[in-house]
Each structure stands twice: as structure tokens, then as C-alpha cells.
Nanobody, 127 residues
Framework: QVQLVESGGGLAQPGGSLRLSCAGS??????????LGWFRQPPGKEREFVAV??????????YYADSVKGRFTISRDNAKNTVDLQMDDLKPEDTAVYYC????????????????WGQGTQVTVSS
């Protein structure tokens, strides 16, 4: 069974930075062969797409939600089996629980298509 565990959330001031990390293990999981995404769920809202990095077989391309483009960067370390989300120039509207997700086939922006999820980590942006 694939397991994903996020870390790195916390409190940041507007304009500040945080780095989230997600470590995967179990089953056939490998960051090399899975599409890896980050989603977030703001208070009282639905889960929304943040970023995805496709598996190496699909070229390792990255895609971002318009709301985070230019501020967030997704990256993968195949040796460590981790996927990170570097978040810069944070805004109060980035406040949410952030989840990492993995799927062997799907690499789009709909959360319902991802098979594996972490437990989530809280990010709060406030002065």
C-alpha cells in the first residue's frame, strides 16, 4: 500500500516562504514512475489543484494553477522518493490544508482521479 506523508507546513507572514515536502513509500511507489501533485483545501471550500509534476516517462513536465504560477515551484527527488513544493511570496489566500497526491496514470488537475493521498499539512499565511 502506497503511503504519502507531508511535512513543512506552518505559519508564514505575507510575502514570506515555506517549503512543503512529501515522502512516499510502500507498494510499487516511486517518484520516478508516478505523477505527483499538490492540492489544497481552504477553510470552507473544496479541494483545489495547486501543481503537478508528471512521471519521468511523460517528461517530468510541471503544471501550475494560475493562482500560484510564478510563486510556487514543484520538484521531485527520485533518490529520496520525495516531492516538494516551494512556496514564495505567500498571500493570505494561500491559507489552506495542503495535500500531496500520487497516481500512476493521471496527471491532471481533478483531485478525484488521484489514487493516493497524504494526510495534509496546515499552511497559514497571516501577519
Amino acid at each position: 500500500q502506497v503511503q504519502l506523508v507531508e511535512s513543512g507546513g506552518g505559519l508564514a507572514q505575507p510575502g514570506g516562504s515555506l517549503r512543503l515536502s512529501c515522502a512516499g513509500s510502500g507498494g510499487t511507489f516511486s517518484t520516478y514512475t508516478y505523477n505527483l501533485g499538490w492540492f489544497r483545501q481552504p477553510p470552507g471550500k473544496e479541494r483545489e489543484f495547486v501543481a503537478v509534476i508528471t512521471r519521468n516517462g511523460n517528461g517530468g513536465a510541471t503544471y501550475y494553477a494560475d493562482s500560484v504560477k510564478g510563486r510556487f515551484t514543484i520538484s521531485r527527488d527520485n533518490a529520496k522518493n520525495t516531492v516538494d513544493l516551494q512556496m514564495d511570496d505567500l498571500k493570505p489566500e494561500d491559507t489552506a490544508v495542503y495535500y500531496c497526491a500520487a497516481d500512476a496514470d493521471y496527471n491532471g488537475n481533478y483531485y478525484g482521479m488521484y489514487d493516493y493521498w497524504g494526510q495534509g499539512t496546515q499552511v497559514t499565511v497571516s501577519s
